[in-house]
């Protein structure tokens, strides 16, 4: 059957829309961030609705969660079942079967050899709290080595690894001591000035930035862990030589620490790969997992090498982490992504990437496309030459794309972040291409 949508008939917000908004206005906090006027009524696959009928392509797909698509029927079955069967018990303390068969799960899919064990929370900024006190009781030292431009959630312990904006630190502090912050290895923006390729291919920032902080500030057997986005993901979706994170993965070798990576936007299949380690070819001690684990129901999850999971019993737990209907959601996006989904996500990652690129030979505002799987970036800049970022341009492509059936969200200070579900097609793929093209052209940027 073919497909109906974008269909914006009624400019957005509509209605029903503003009546929502004003809501909203009036009683939630205004703490958050509300990237434009969109409110949503359904999904299916690729689509979102809204309240007054307005179609999208979703090339966000709330922000990297919406794994299986909108609605997948596998995933909703599985909802309903375990919804059914019971709400609620409580993992710390009691045992059920869809919390264990999640756990082997994913402890034998995780990369490595070693045995793995697993705790499951309730969000991405869980699992980071949880692995900064695993790393610290496991290796009984306090600091943590952390990267310029990481995101890694919103509670304490959360914010003071983060280095991405300054408004997710600004007026919470002091935040958690220990914490030391270090260049993230870019290949479009290399610290040292390299040429794009030549970053790729032999990068030695690690070993010169870190030189002066382990002769002035820090010990290396004081370090606890190393934690990474192997894929850096709010900071603008940048990916690293792999050299950059070989060397932190020899220096916790060599000095006792852990390497912890961050995939909760870039595991579960998005790379193309079900974690970015694989396709980095590096294996961390911990990697941390939410967002696409179970297509939108909230669940997260430490995975640690079996050797490193040693903290005692009753030292950490959850009320709802791992809750039943979550772990059947997960269970369910796991036997998709595994079974074709992942496939999709490299196929049509690669179409779209080939088509941005395309869409770079015409507009001299994208300085750099770069992504894996529907992992992708798109960086805006004023001068190529200067790769000075264009700020503000992300949020007019954003805007305009939104008004024409598209939802696009940014990160970092100038990039466009492309995300959608990984039940991406054909079609989706290239009509949202036309329409990043028209809008670029509409928008007057220099082509």
Request: contains cysteine; neutral net charge; glycine residues 10%.
């Amino acid at each position: 059957m073919p497909k109906d949508y974008p269909n914006v008939v009624v400019a957005p917000p509509g209605p029903r829309a503003k009546a929502i908004i004003a809501q909203d206005e009036l009683y939630a906090s205004p703490s958050y961030i509300k990237e434009y006027p969109l409110a949503v009524e359904r999904g299916e696959g690729a689509m979102l609705q809204d309240v007054d009928g307005n179609t999208y392509l979703d090339y966000m797909a709330g922000i990297a969660v919406a794994s299986t698509g909108h609605a997948h029927p596998a995933v909703v079955a599985a909802i309903r079942k375990a919804a059914g069967d019971f709400l609620h018990v409580c993992s710390t303390d009691f045992y059920y079967a869809g919390f264990s068969a999640l756990c082997e799960r994913l402890a034998k899919l995780a990369p490595g050899p070693q045995p793995k064990k697993v705790f499951l929370t309730n969000s991405g900024t869980e699992a980071v709290e949880g692995a900064i006190k695993l790393a610290r009781s496991h290796t009984k030292r306090p600091n943590i080595i952390a990267f310029e431009g990481a995101f890694h959630g919103r509670t304490m312990g959360a914010i003071s690894l983060n280095s991405s904006k300054l408004k997710y630190r600004r007026n919470f502090g002091p935040l958690l001591p220990g914490i030391f912050h270090l260049p993230y290895a870019n290949p479009y923006r290399c610290p040292r000035g390299q040429a794009q390729a030549r970053c790729k291919a032999d990068c030695s920032c690690s070993a010169d930035y870190s030189a002066s902080l382990f002769r002035e500030r820090l010990s290396p057997d004081e370090v606890a862990a190393v934690i990474i986005e192997p894929i850096l993901g709010e900071g603008g979706y940048v990916i690293p030589p792999r050299d950059f994170l070989q060397f932190w993965r020899d220096f916790c070798d060599e000095h006792g620490a852990l390497l912890i990576f961050d995939e909760i936007q870039s595991g579960i299949g998005r790379t193309g790969r079900m974690f970015a380690a694989e396709l980095l070819d590096v294996t961390p001690d911990v990697i941390l997992l939410a967002k696409g684990l179970a297509s939108g129901m909230p669940i997260g999850a430490i995975v640690a090498r079996e050797s490193v999971m040693t903290w005692e019993r009753g030292s950490h737990g959850s009320t709802f982490g791992g809750n039943p209907v979550c772990c059947a959601a997960a269970l369910a996006t796991l036997d998709l992504i595994e079974h074709g989904l992942m496939q999709n996500a490299a196929r049509r990652g690669a179409e779209l990437l080939a088509g941005m690129r395309q869409l770079q030979q015409h507009h001299e505002a994208i300085g750099d496309v770069r992504g894996a799987g529907l992992m992708i970036g798109v960086e805006f800049v004023k001068d190529r030459t200067t790769k000075e970022p264009f700020e503000g341009f992300a949020h007019d492509v954003e805007m305009a794309a939104f008004r024409k059936g598209l939802l696009l969200l940014s990160c970092g200070r100038s990039t466009i972040r492309l995300a959608p579900p990984l039940v991406l097609d054909d079609y989706d793929v290239s009509t949202g291409l036309r329409i990043i093209g028209e809008v670029l052209s509409e928008l007057r940027v220099p082509a």
